[in-house]
């Protein structure tokens, strides 16, 4: 009884946990969320001091991505609300950021709607495969694709450069590499995904090409 009593109290704080929100996790994540109007202000701006200010905004909400999930699983404090808002966070950082340096004419708008379609259609994907019962987790080179960007929109932020380096330049260049590995991965993502529901169909048609096997079985032995 004892044992049952405890088991039934970790579940109890498990489930609180899971709904709380003032989490170091959940407060980084809020606080990523919290920098994109100050961003999309200081570009709006226009100046080589609030650009590069931007820049380093940006810079410090792409260093809280990191930590949130890093203490999340350090502490075990996982939530639903860090499960919810993490993922997304990163797409309204992205996403903004991205949509402004297209407004300001750093980077063509097809760039911009090819990132973003991108990003729905892989969404998408992952939403039909959930509701297959299976998780598609990020590839490794879905991992490269995420970096690339990390590094390349700060870089754009600072049209002027910063210490005579040509950030601008290097960023122009960052980002078209990070389009060709969001392409790339979001073939990954195609296959992986139809190869796994293609061995998921294969297991339940064996399983069930089982089951009327033991059925057979069974009556053959019942009018033996």
């Known amino acids: 009884m004892a044992e049952a009593d405890e088991t039934g109290e970790i579940t109890n704080a498990t489930r609180q946990n899971d709904l709380e929100f003032g989490t170091l996790p959940n407060i980084l ?33 792409g260093v809280t991505d990191y930590f949130d999930g890093y203490f999340a699983r350090k502490y075990k404090t996982e939530s639903v ?15 903004s950021s991205l949509c402004m340096l297209q407004e300001l004419g750093r980077i063509p708008a097809l760039l911009v709607i090819t990132l973003i379609c991108r990003e729905m259609a892989i969404t998408g994907l992952r939403a039909l495969a959930s509701s297959e019962g299976l998780i598609i987790g990020a590839s490794q080179s879905a991992k490269w694709k995420t970096a690339t960007q990390m590094v390349a929109i700060p870089w ?23 389009l060709a590995i969001s392409l790339w991965s979001a073939k990954d993502y195609v296959v992986d995904f139809f190869v796994a529901i293609r061995e998921k169909r294969k297991k339940k048609r064996e399983a069930k090409r089982e089951a009327r096997k033991l059925r057979r079985e069974k009556l053959k032995t019942s009018k033996a």
């Open 29 to 61: 994540t809020s606080l990523r969320v919290i920098m994109i109007p100050a961003i999309i202000w200081l570009l709006m701006q226009k100046t080589n001091l609030t650009d590069i200010i931007a820049g380093f905004t940006f810079a410090a909400a």
């Open 81 to 95: 609300f860090g499960k919810l808002m993490d993922p997304l966070a990163d797409k309204f950082l992205v996403v």
């Open 156 to 178: 754009l932020m600072a049209r002027e450069g910063l210490w005579g380096i040509p950030l601008f330049q290097m960023g122009q260049v960052l980002i078209y590499v990070s």
